[in-house]
C-alpha cells in the first residue's frame, strides 16, 4: 500500500478518540495534518505530544467559525488533498415521542449541517488535488434502527446519503468519497456505558459487555488504530478505485442495540 506521505490532511474533531488516532496514523504515515476541535485543552496538549500536527479551535456547528478553519488549514498544509469528517456528538436517549426537539435539532446542527458546511468550504481545494479524498465518519448506527437515538441514528443514516451524493457529484474531478461505519469503540466512553448499564440492570460490567458483544461474530469492541489504518488505506493509492462506500468496521455486528 502506498503511504500517505505528503499527503495534506485535515480531520474535525481530531484531538481525542476516534479523530486522535486517525491523525496518528497519517502523522506516522508521513502526512501533514491539521486538526481542529472544539476542546482546546485538548489540542494544547495534541500539540506537545505531536509537535508537527497543527490545530485550530472550531465549532463546526458555527457557519463563520467553519469557514475560517479551512481557509487557515489550507493556507497552514499548502492545499488539501484528505477531509476527514468525524466531528459529532451522541445526543440524548430518549424516546420520539419525549424527545426534546432542541435536543434533536442540537444533533442534526453538528453532525448533519456542520458535516455539509466543512465539506461545502473543501470542496474547492480538494478540486485543486491530483487525488482528493473525503472520509465521512457514519456509524454503526447507520446501518440499523436505534431505539431511544433517534437523532443519532438519523444523522448517521443521512450521512450515507450525502457520502453517496457527493461521490456521484465529485467523481469527475478524481475525487474519492466514502463512509465509514464503527460499531462500539474500545475506549472510556464504552466502559462508561457498560458501567451504567450494569447499574441500572444490577448485573456486573462483565455481563454486561458480553449481551454487548452478544450480536458480533468477532467478540471485541472496535480498536481505534483498526479505524484509523482503513482511513489511511482508504486515502492511499491502494483505495483510487474505491468510492461511494459505505465500509463497516464493526466485528460483523447484526444491530446497533
Not at 476527514?84 to 436517549?93: D, K, R, S, Y
Request: charged residues 15%.
Amino acid at each position: 500500500m502506498t503511504t500517505s506521505t505528503g499527503q495534506r490532511v485535515l480531520v474535525t474533531a481530531g484531538a481525542g478518540g476516534i479523530g486522535r488516532a486517525i491523525a496518528e496514523a497519517f502523522v506516522s504515515a508521513g502526512a501533514s495534518v491539521f486538526v481542529c476541535d472544539i476542546d482546546e485543552a485538548a489540542l494544547q496538549q495534541m500539540r506537545a505530544q505531536l509537535p508537527g500536527v497543527r490545530t485550530s479551535v472550531c465549532d463546526i456547528a458555527d457557519r463563520a467559525a467553519v469557514s475560517r478553519m479551512v481557509t487557515e488549514a489550507s493556507a497552514a498544509l499548502g492545499g488539501l488533498d484528505v477531509l476527514i469528517n468525524n466531528a459529532g456528538i451522541a445526543g440524548p436517549t430518549a424516546s420520539v415521542e419525549d424527545m426534546d426537539p432542541d435536543a434533536w435539532e442540537a444533533v442534526l446542527r453538528v453532525n448533519l449541517t456542520g458535516t455539509f458546511l466543512v465539506t461545502q468550504q473543501a470542496i474547492p481545494f480538494l478540486k485543486q488535488s491530483d487525488a482528493g479524498v473525503i472520509l465521512v465518519m457514519s456509524s454503526l448506527a447507520g446501518r440499523f434502527g436505534y431505539p431511544n437515538r433517534s437523532p443519532y441514528a438519523t444523522t448517521k443514516w443521512g450521512l450515507i446519503g450525502f457520502t453517496k451524493t457527493l461521490s456521484r457529484e465529485l467523481g469527475e474531478f478524481g475525487i474519492r468519497v466514502n463512509a465509514i461505519l464503527p460499531g462500539a469503540v474500545e475506549g472510556p466512553r464504552i466502559q462508561q456505558v457498560l458501567a451504567g448499564r450494569a447499574s441500572a440492570s444490577g448485573r456486573t460490567v462483565a455481563q454486561e459487555e458480553a449481551a454487548a458483544l452478544g450480536n458480533q461474530s468477532i467478540k471485541h469492541f472496535v480498536d481505534p488504530a483498526h479505524i484509523a489504518g482503513l482511513a489511511v488505506f482508504l486515502a492511499s493509492d491502494a483505495g483510487r478505485s474505491i468510492s461511494g462506500q459505505m465500509i463497516p468496521i464493526d466485528g460483523d455486528s447484526q444491530s446497533a442495540a
